[in-house]
């Protein structure tokens, strides 16, 4: 019997401590759309500027104190990816069907390059600049109103055409893809 009340005791206490923590402070998400008949996918946590506006890609800002920086993980948590099932051009930059994952250089913060990365399942501070497929310069814009969650956006925007973007804060980057 004391065994049964031990054990029930810890699953209520337990219980309670999971339910107080929430949901998630950048939630896993997914964008998937088609371009052409290819579809293609990233996969990123989601985080909040919460109340840091103006104090995100900053030099002392938020993402200052990733140890690769001024190279970003372009989400939160595990490193973002990429997932295209036919081969596709962002920008200039030829990209074979397969797995990758995306990093952004926001060296100027106006002026972002978007890195497509060959190594793959990293956690999101993990860079190898030897493993990169290339880099592409995006178009940059300020969205309005600010981004307060972190958000991809795949568009088709024709026959076999599109675009990436990432916006976030008062940012929002976007390079055209082509599907093959």
Not at 163 to 170: R, V
């Amino acid at each position: 019997m004391k065994h049964l009340l031990v054990c029930t005791s810890l699953l209520v206490a337990a219980t309670t401590l999971l339910a107080q923590q929430g949901p998630p402070k950048s939630p896993s998400t997914t964008e998937t759309a088609k371009i052409g008949s290819t579809a293609i996918t990233v996969t990123y946590s989601s985080p909040r500027v919460n109340g840091r506006a103006g104090h995100i890609y900053t030099k002392g800002g938020l993402i200052s104190r990733d140890p690769h920086y001024p190279v970003w993980r372009a989400g939160a948590n595990a490193a973002t990816k990429l997932h295209t099932d036919g081969g596709i051009t962002l920008g200039s930059l030829k990209v074979p069907a397969g797995d990758y994952t995306l990093f952004v250089d926001i060296s100027d913060p106006d002026n972002w390059t978007l890195i497509v990365n060959k190594q793959t399942g990293q956690w999101g501070l993990s860079y190898d600049a030897a493993q990169d497929l290339g880099k592409v310069k995006m178009t940059m814009t300020k969205p309005s109103p600010p981004v307060e969650n972190l958000k991809y956006t795949i568009t088709s925007l024709g026959t076999d055409r599109g675009e990436l973007k990432l916006s976030w804060e008062n940012h929002a980057g976007a390079v055209p893809i082509t599907a093959h």
